[in-house]
DNA sequence: CAAGTTACCTGACGGC
DNA sequence: TGCCGTCAGGTAACTT
């Protein structure tokens, strides 16, 4: 699910209830997750601790402690966390809650599981960006995310656009959704060989991929099926999808029927005359 | 190195 | 009503 624009929506929803708030108490339903939940560790390393900040690295959200250490959530297709009353019932797919110092909980939810929570301890965490995300691109919204560092990352490579801009080593944060989109946006086809892109077709490609994830971002994410934000809202952005789950409706441009085809696995939808 | 396959999981939806 | 196949925002380990 959570692409970069859910899960800055998560962060800043449940920023306000976090910050200076202690963790006290820790439940896991037992379930598993992508990883083993390091249980004993949050234990150590987290409870009595105080949150310093909250924030969101490509498409981790990032609690961090007073002592320094820090909880990494990775949302996969269907994880999601609120803030919730203790009296509210626990959702279905509920796997894990951290009782808050206010007597409210912090709830991980996560249907499928392919999400994670990672404990990375004080003695880490001054190296997360070297071991944590050593091989994580830079943020969509960075200037080291420029028309020369994508031109000399794809000259040498044989690949398809769409799968090079959803590799979180290229660029953080973009997923399915908003790699269609940004393709649209730009005229280019989700087919089109990265080594062959000239430099300016880089520099529209980065303009358009900033306006559509600060606009998805502004729209509170997208809501396919399940997603909501912190106070349990469902996002629009998928109101102003272009071409994303739209297979033979008219392209917004030109008018053309948009396709459907799969590459690397993925639904790609693009406008077979807009896009080149 | 690139691309394809499988796997991890649950649930929604369409066809019969 | 139910059974079956297909599909879904992600990622990683395999194989070809």
Request: glycine fraction near 8%; hydrophobic fraction near 35%.
């Amino acid at each position: 699910m959570p692409e970069l624009p859910e899960v800055e929506t998560i962060c800043r929803g449940v920023r306000p209830h976090l910050l200076g708030k202690k963790f006290c108490h820790f439940w896991h339903s037992g379930k598993q997750l992508r990883h083993t939940v390091p249980t004993v560790v949050i234990k150590q390393q987290i409870l009595g601790q105080n949150v310093s900040k909250v924030t969101r690295r490509a498409k981790y959200l990032l609690v961090h402690f007073d002592n320094g250490a820090l909880l990494a959530f990775h949302f996969g297709m269907t994880g999601n966390l609120g803030i919730f009353s203790p009296k509210y019932q626990r959702a279905t797919h509920c796997h894990l809650v951290f009782t808050l110092d206010d007597n409210q909980e912090l709830r991980y939810t996560d249907t499928r599981r392919f999400g994670a929570v990672e404990c990375i301890g004080k003695d880490e965490a001054p190296f997360l960006e070297k071991i944590f995300f050593a091989k994580t691109g830079p943020e969509p919204f960075s200037e080291e995310f420029n028309a020369t560092y994508l031109f000399n990352t794809a000259k040498n490579k044989k690949l398809a656009i769409k799968p090079f801009l959803m590799d979180n080593r290229v660029v953080a944060g973009i997923g399915n959704i908003y790699a269609n989109e940004a393709l649209f946006s730009s005229g280019i086809s989700p087919h089109h060989q990265v080594s062959a892109l000239s430099k300016k077709q880089w520099h529209t490609l980065i303009t358009e991929i900033r306006k559509v994830l600060d606009k998805a971002i502004n729209c509170g994410g997208s809501t396919i099926s399940d997603y909501v934000n912190a106070a349990q809202q469902p996002g629009y952005f998928q109101m102003h999808f272009n071409v994303y789950g739209r297979r033979g409706e008219p392209c917004p441009c030109c008018g053309v029927a948009l396709k459907k085809t799969e590459i690397r696995g993925r639904a790609s939808y693009f406008c077979p005359k807009c896009q080149r």
